[in-house]
């Protein structure tokens, strides 16, 4: 049998017992893992030689086109917790679960922030959302939406829902029904900070990523959120809403979520229907 030196031949070995050579990497983990370590170490194996295949992300963004169809399939939702949920989440590029996580006591209107206390990479890697006008009106009125819907999970969660937590537990939405949903989301804030003139430095500082190089660990956040990186949201969040032209003024259903009054009207037609639900059941 052959004498295995080094990840090189571990890879052929993959192949030869039936893996691709696209998937070899995965099923060799591992194994890759030494190499690594051996490489930091200066005592690099054979593996260094092999040219490893990258997994790309699958690129589920949305472009400016396709916001307005996004739009209308968001305001057919019939709850409206989670069609702010949606929308605050396209707005905002927040991960899915931090979001949903969201205090109203993390919530500060008078800076325009919202805090996130435990994004992924917990408490190390806290970080404020600054707040473009449009994300202020999207969670003015799921707080509105919260008090009338879950009184008593409102003074905890951003996005109360009947679940064991008391927040949104699930943001998945069927395709048919909803196309984009989630890290989609995060993926198209992403894509459409570049036709709204943001950089990609400060896209990734607004998602929160990690800044690549050394000069980034130098830089203070908090100096550029106050001025700098609330203009660069509400580029982002303005470019979104002019992707849609007047579908709000055109279109019922879209106006009756984002129009004037809109929340009022909602809320006000939803306990006409509860005092009606109530006198038939006398």
Not at 8 to 18: E, F, L, M
Not at 24 to 43: V, Y
Not at 140 to 153: D, E, S
Request: proline share 5%.
């Amino acid at each position: 049998m052959k004498e295995v030196h080094g990840v090189a031949d571990w890879y052929q070995i993959g192949i030869y017992a039936g893996c691709s050579a696209r998937s070899t990497p995965f099923a060799l983990g591992p194994t890759r893992a030494t190499e690594d370590r051996a490489n930091k170490d200066g005592e690099g194996l054979a593996a260094s030689v092999v040219d490893w295949n990258s997994e790309e992300r699958r690129n589920s963004a949305m472009g400016l086109g396709d916001l307005p169809n996004w739009f209308r399939q968001v305001a057919a939702l019939t709850n409206p917790i989670r069609r702010e949920y949606h929308l605050f989440s396209l707005l905002s590029g927040c991960r899915p679960t931090a979001l949903m996580e969201a205090k109203p006591k993390d919530l500060s209107l008078r800076r325009r922030v919202l805090h996130i206390p435990r994004p992924k990479g917990g408490a190390d890697r806290a970080f404020d959302i600054p707040l473009s006008r449009q994300m202020i009106s999207c969670l003015v009125r799921v707080i509105r939406f919260n008090r009338h819907c879950y009184p008593l999970q409102a003074n905890d969660w951003l996005f109360p829902a009947d679940s064991d937590s008391g927040h949104l537990a699930e943001q998945k939405e069927r395709r048919d029904v909803l196309a984009k949903w989630g890290n989609d989301l995060r993926q198209t804030f992403r894509t459409l900070a570049t036709p709204a003139g943001v950089s990609e430095f400060d896209a990734r500082l607004l998602m929160n990523h990690a800044i690549p190089g050394v000069n980034a660990g130098y830089i203070s956040r908090h100096k550029l959120l106050e001025d700098h990186l609330r203009a660069q949201q509400q580029a982002i969040s303005s470019t979104m809403f002019g992707a849609l032209g007047n579908l709000i003024a055109k279109e019922a259903a879209v106006r009756s979520w984002l129009g004037p009054r809109a929340t009022q009207q909602t809320i006000g037609a939803k306990r006409d229907a509860d005092g009606e639900a109530l006198r038939r059941a006398a």
